[in-house]
């Protein structure tokens, strides 16, 4: 069994998507679908940079929804491989959800503009932060994340893969917990070049918000399921999209059990679609022997 798995923030790069576009007529078609549906030019920031407006978290989220979608469309055109799942980490669910049928890919664009300014907005620049945790898991890290609020923010905000837990919150707490971490036997405790505290409690108010603009949202039956971020287990029923997308920014992402999930199930190749290997990386550490190709230039795609 096959599932389409699709890249979160993080993965941008200036020139991501420019030879696909170059190469094949259905990836320009939809970065001119992305411009017409934003009102100004993402191919350009895709392709060109620069680097700093392409970080900017309300462009890095259209920009990299666009570059994934252009790469399933050639994937699709090419070899009509059709999955029996697909996932994404974080923003990377929207891809997977136009993907799966779910969600227009002229409104999941528009909608991840504007989620990316509700996070933003969410918490002041400066005040939040994010950091990757290498080591030290479970209780272990709960227990830290508690000792170290003293009244804050700081959680669990990304469940990555065997080992690797990223953490969000207040600054200050984040900086408390990456020391305390360390003293409990953590190898390694990295703060992320992040805009704002992601997938934790801070964000609830931009959830609030982005409950309002799928409101005027239509959501379509689905093809297959996709393994949501929230549960760790597939959804097919359109009914519950917006519940679980609206959860989704305050909650952690539980990727190393969606992809347990996934094999548990019966896949055993996992395509990467998008900017970026990061996925294929943490795929590699969560299942031992697992098929992984990774579909974001003209050689990925020859050799898948």
Same mark, same amino acid.
């Given at each position: 069994?096959?599932?389409?798995?699709?890249?979160?923030? /993080?993965?941008?790069?200036? @020139?991501? /998507?420019?030879?696909?576009?170059?190469?094949?007529?259905?990836? *320009?078609?939809?970065?001119?679908?992305?411009?017409?549906?934003?009102?100004?030019?993402?191919?350009?920031?895709?392709?060109?940079?620069?680097?700093?407006?392409?970080?900017?978290?309300?462009?890095?989220?259209?920009?990299?929804?666009?570059? $994934?979608?252009?790469?399933?469309?050639?994937?699709?055109?090419?070899?009509? &491989? #059709?999955?029996?799942?697909?996932?994404? !980490? +974080? &923003? /990377?669910?929207?891809?997977?959800?136009?993907?799966?049928?779910?969600? #227009?890919?002229?409104?999941?664009?528009?909608?991840?503009?504007?989620?990316? $300014?509700?996070?933003?907005?969410?918490?002041?620049?400066?005040?939040?932060?994010?950091?990757?945790?290498?080591?030290?898991?479970?209780?272990?890290?709960?227990?830290?994340?508690?000792?170290?609020?003293?009244?804050?923010?700081?959680?669990?905000?990304?469940?990555?893969?065997? /080992?690797?837990?990223?953490?969000? @919150? !207040?600054?200050?707490?984040?900086?408390?917990?990456?020391? &305390?971490?360390?003293?409990?036997?953590?190898?390694?405790?990295?703060?992320?070049?992040? +805009?704002?505290?992601? !997938?934790? $409690?801070?964000?609830?108010?931009?959830?609030?918000?982005?409950?309002?603009?799928?409101?005027?949202?239509?959501? !379509?039956?689905?093809?297959?399921?996709?393994?949501?971020?929230?549960?760790? +287990?597939?959804?097919?029923?359109?009914?519950?999209?917006?519940? &679980?997308?609206?959860?989704?920014?305050?909650?952690?992402? *539980?990727?190393?059990?969606?992809?347990?999930?996934?094999?548990?199930? @019966?896949?055993?190749?996992?395509?990467?679609?998008?900017?970026?290997?990061?996925?294929?990386?943490?795929?590699?550490?969560?299942?031992?022997?697992? +098929?992984?190709?990774?579909?974001?230039?003209?050689? @990925?795609?020859?050799?898948?």
């Amino acid at each position: 069994m096959v599932a389409f798995v699709f890249p979160g923030q /993080g993965a941008q790069y200036p @020139g991501m /998507g420019k030879e696909l576009a170059d190469n094949f007529p259905v990836a *320009r078609q939809v970065f001119e679908e992305a411009n017409d549906a934003l009102g100004f030019d993402i191919a350009s920031l895709c392709f060109n940079g620069p680097e700093e407006a392409l970080k900017l978290t309300t462009n890095t989220q259209p920009a990299i929804l666009t570059v $994934s979608v252009a790469a399933l469309k050639v994937l699709q055109a090419e070899t009509g &491989l #059709v999955p029996d799942y697909s996932a994404g !980490h +974080s &923003l /990377g669910e929207y891809s997977a959800l136009v993907c799966a049928g779910a969600l #227009v890919f002229a409104d999941a664009v528009r909608i991840v503009r504007q989620r990316g $300014s509700f996070m933003q907005e969410a918490v002041p620049v400066g005040l939040g932060a994010m950091a990757a945790i290498m080591g030290l898991e479970g209780e272990a890290l709960q227990e830290v994340c508690r000792q170290a609020a003293q009244g804050e923010v700081v959680a669990p905000a990304n469940f990555n893969s065997p /080992g690797q837990v990223v953490i969000a @919150g !207040h600054a200050t707490a984040v900086e408390r917990a990456m020391e &305390l971490a360390k003293g409990q036997g953590a190898k390694r405790a990295l703060p992320l070049p992040v +805009s704002a505290p992601f !997938h934790c $409690s801070l964000m609830v108010p931009a959830g609030e918000r982005l409950a309002k603009i799928l409101s005027d949202i239509n959501v !379509h039956p689905m093809t297959f399921p996709v393994v949501t971020n929230v549960e760790a +287990s597939p959804n097919g029923e359109a009914s519950r999209v917006k519940d &679980l997308l609206v959860a989704q920014v305050s909650a952690p992402v *539980r990727w190393d059990e969606s992809v347990l999930k996934m094999s548990g199930l @019966g896949v055993d190749r996992y395509i990467e679609i998008g900017p970026g290997k990061v996925l294929s990386g943490l795929i590699k550490r969560i299942v031992k022997g697992a +098929s992984v190709a990774n579909i974001e230039d003209l050689s @990925g795609l020859e050799g898948l």
